[in-house]
């Protein structure tokens, strides 16, 4: 019984932490649609950094959302978790000990935590889950750095560098994660076997 009500408590989690970022992202879009209207409108300074700002915010969101649905689709099935690209080096591990991820990873929220759960999934599939979840947090970081190139056409250098280093540097805590945790889960697949 107490076992059903935490996996009910886990979905329900899940399924909040997934509206909430659907939610921000349609607000963040709104409030950029408006102040960018209203820009054209009234040519205020504010204005204008009020639509660059939701703008950028709203197309960090947004590249969550897509580049998220793509790599679970294209990426879960596919993805070798023996490969090189997947194999944490060996000054990696003294990098995460310093770091201490093992305190701080369980507060970082996860977007699909069924995908981790051993109730529903073998070791492998769940190796699998972590590549693609890596991929996914490596290609936002790529095309989080993107508006950067946006500073020439429309200025304010601040919001794009601020938000595109912050977005990244958010991404590589979830890339540290699936990198640290993927060695424990490949150990249990080896006992296993």
């Not at 921000?24 to 649609?33: H, P, S, W």
């Not at 958010?170 to 993927?182: E, P, T």
Request: some cysteine; glycine content about 4%; overall charge positive.
């Amino acid at each position: 019984m107490s076992t059903m009500l935490k996996d009910n408590h886990s979905r329900a989690q899940n399924s909040s932490f997934k509206k909430l970022l659907f939610a921000l992202t349609g607000i963040f879009g709104f409030c950029f649609a408006v102040f960018f209207a209203a820009n054209a409108f009234f040519k205020s300074g504010f204005l204008y950094s009020a639509a660059i700002t939701f703008g950028v915010t709203f197309y960090h969101f947004a590249i969550r959302l897509i580049i998220g649905c793509i790599t679970d689709k294209v990426f879960r099935e596919k993805t070798d978790p023996n490969s090189k690209w997947f194999s944490q080096n060996k000054f990696e591990h003294k990098i995460y000990k310093k770091l201490n991820v093992h305190k701080w990873k369980k507060f970082v929220p996860t977007y699909d935590p069924d995908q981790f759960n051993l109730e529903y999934h073998s070791f492998e599939e769940i190796a699998r889950s972590m590549c693609s979840a890596e991929i996914c947090h490596e290609l936002i970081m790529l095309f989080a750095l993107f508006p950067v190139l946006l500073i020439i056409p429309f200025g304010s250098p601040a919001v794009f560098i601020i938000t595109s280093v912050l977005s990244s540097a958010i991404d590589l805590i979830f890339v540290i994660i699936q990198r640290y945790n993927r060695p424990r889960i490949l150990r249990l697949i080896k006992r296993k076997a």
